[in-house]
């Protein structure tokens, strides 16, 4: 597991690392019964990922499986936190042992949802290893490694009548040569998570 050095950014697997800019579609798709799922394909189409989303009664957690259905990476919600946080772990675990990296909202108060990432490494957590920067009403987001205005992967967020009214938002994704895709969707699918939770809240206190 690394950072961003020797020209790549390595969190997952170097098997993750494109030589080519990559752009990926992240689809959301939402089941009748609890819980939700995405699908990602890259430009021909081809599946990349898919991701399961499982809910309990106190615990949120998510699951990402490769294109052969191995799961790879495994996403918790940390409770009882000041900031939204959420862990990622290695395959189905969610042990400490496997941890990777954690995800923190940036502040406690935000009018758009800026992430900081630590890996796991990171014991101390006082400088973040890499930053998501969202756009007001989160249509955008720019990911850029540690404090720097390097950017590694930029995402844009296509509104369509099946977003707005049945939530099946769809994402579209450029991950930058050298970088590893398979965090990067990660990131994006704890964003929309940490998102949506957020509207829920918001929906369900004004009624």
């Not at 020209?7 to 089941?31: A, D, E, H, R, W």
């Not at 990602?40 to 189409?45: A, E, L, P, Q």
Request: aromatic share 10%; with cysteine.
């Amino acid at each position: 597991m690394e950072g961003a050095n020797n020209n790549k950014t390595i969190v997952m697997g170097p098997q993750f690392c494109s030589p080519q800019p990559l752009q990926l579609s992240i689809k959301k798709k939402v089941y009748f019964l609890p819980g939700h799922g995405y699908e990602v394909k890259d430009d021909f189409g081809n599946i990349v990922f898919t991701i399961q989303s499982v809910v309990g009664l106190f615990r949120s957690k998510v699951l990402i499986f490769d294109a052969a259905d191995v799961p790879i990476l495994t996403l918790k919600r940390k409770n009882f936190t000041w900031h939204s946080t959420w862990q990622a772990f290695t395959g189905d675990s969610t042990h400490e042992k496997d941890l990777i990296f954690s995800a923190k909202t940036s502040s406690m108060f935000q009018f758009t949802t800026n992430l900081d990432i630590f890996l796991a490494n990171s014991i101390s957590e006082q400088v973040c290893d890499f930053r998501m920067k969202t756009s007001y009403m989160g249509s955008k987001c720019d990911i850029f490694a540690g404090q720097s205005s390097t950017l590694i992967a930029q995402m844009n967020k296509n509104n369509t009548a099946g977003s707005i009214f049945l939530g099946r938002d769809k994402f579209m994704v450029r991950v930058n040569p050298s970088v590893d895709h398979a965090f990067i969707v990660s990131l994006i699918v704890i964003l929309e998570e940490i998102t949506s939770s957020a509207k829920s809240s918001s929906h369900s206190s004004t009624h």
